[in-house]
């Protein structure tokens, strides 16, 4: 076995060594959930060092090879931020790494790279981290609002028994199943996105991808569940017609977009999800 061994090394380096190595090999990369906790670890280390104000100087402090790594870094600690709030309470329903699938309705990677990546801004911030105008925090309240009425609506108060069996021929249960399917995920996510912006009346190009990047009024509060409501109890979720589960793959898009748009009544679009 060759290794090297190193003495007193600097923590901010020797993870950044793992993550680097680690993901190189392809029979073993890191999951999702510890591949998260990691790059947000690295962030913070090396933001606090490098004494860097705002994201865009964070990512653009680094030499040009090491930004793609450097803005990963950032959004791993953007997306764990939401994750962990204390008040998400859809946290429980994710997938913990290496655990059989089956009793939970969704997994790491859905949640990140289907729903989290959409959601949150993807554009770096010139403001000062933390600062007055920084608007993260406004976003990660709106994330988790949205987050939480999933969970309330679809999972919470036993829809989704965790520990145990699952009622597989519940109508509560059928219908989480079927809306977190990866294939759904991916169609109904941009549907969301585009019908909270129109019910928000962001009609600006600019507003597009920070729409959730600010202080939302009750009343907004209220457009944006209405949004959320209409999506997850169109009557697709709950139909009896056992071949719509077949529909919903992650690797057939054309299928699942037929559907949605075409073969299906009323069609799952934005002018539905806004009642309009």
């Known amino acids: 076995m060759q290794m090297k061994i190193y003495f007193?090394?600097?923590?901010?380096?020797?993870?950044?060594?793992?993550?680097?190595?680690?993901?190189?090999?392809?029979k073993m990369p890191l999951g999702p959930a510890i591949h998260l906790t990691k790059m947000s670890a690295v962030f913070v280390e090396r933001l606090g060092s490098l004494g860097i104000t705002s994201e865009r100087k964070f990512v653009e402090s680094m030499l040009t090879r090491d930004r793609a790594q450097a803005k990963q870094e950032l959004f791993s600690s953007l997306y764990s931020n939401i994750?962990?709030?204390?008040?998400?309470?859809?946290?429980k329903y994710i997938q913990p790494e290496g655990t059989r699938s089956g009793g939970y309705p969704m997994s790491m990677n859905l949640i990140i790279n289907r729903?989290?990546?959409?959601?949150v801004c993807q554009e770096l911030q010139e403001v000062d981290m933390g600062g007055a105008d920084d608007c993260r925090g406004n976003e990660r309240e709106n994330v988790v609002y949205i987050l939480n009425i999933l969970a309330d609506e679809l999972l919470e108060n036993g829809k989704w028994p965790l520990g145990g069996n699952s009622p597989e021929l519940s109508t509560d249960y059928m219908k989480a199943k079927r809306i977190f399917r990866s294939g759904?995920?991916?169609?109904?996510?941009?549907i969301?996105?585009?019908?909270?912006?129109?019910?928000l009346n962001l009609l600006?190009?600019?507003?597009?991808?920070t729409f959730l990047c600010r202080p939302l009024s009750a009343e907004q509060k209220g457009l944006v569940k209405n949004v959320v409501m209409?999506?997850?109890?169109?009557?697709?979720?709950?139909?009896?017609?056992?071949?719509?589960?077949?529909?919903?793959?992650?690797?057939?898009?054309?299928?699942?977009?037929?559907?949605?748009?075409?073969d299906y009544s009323p069609p799952l679009s934005v002018a539905y999800v806004m009642g309009v």
Do not use: C
Request: glycine share 4%; aromatic share 6%; proline share 2%.
């Open 204 to 209: 600006e190009q600019k507003d597009e991808s």
């Open 184 to 190: 759904a995920v991916r169609y109904w996510v941009t």
């Open 115 to 119: 729903i989290l990546k959409y959601l």
């Open 192 to 199: 969301l996105r585009k019908g909270i912006l129109n019910r």
């Open 83 to 91: 994750l962990e709030d204390g008040q998400n309470s859809l946290k």
């Open 8 to 26: 007193e090394p600097d923590v901010a380096e020797v993870r950044q060594l793992i993550l680097s190595i680690q993901n190189r090999i392809k």
């Open 230 to 262: 209409r999506l997850i109890n169109h009557p697709i979720w709950t139909d009896s017609d056992g071949t719509i589960d077949g529909k919903l793959n992650e690797n057939d898009k054309e299928t699942s977009e037929k559907l949605f748009m075409y």
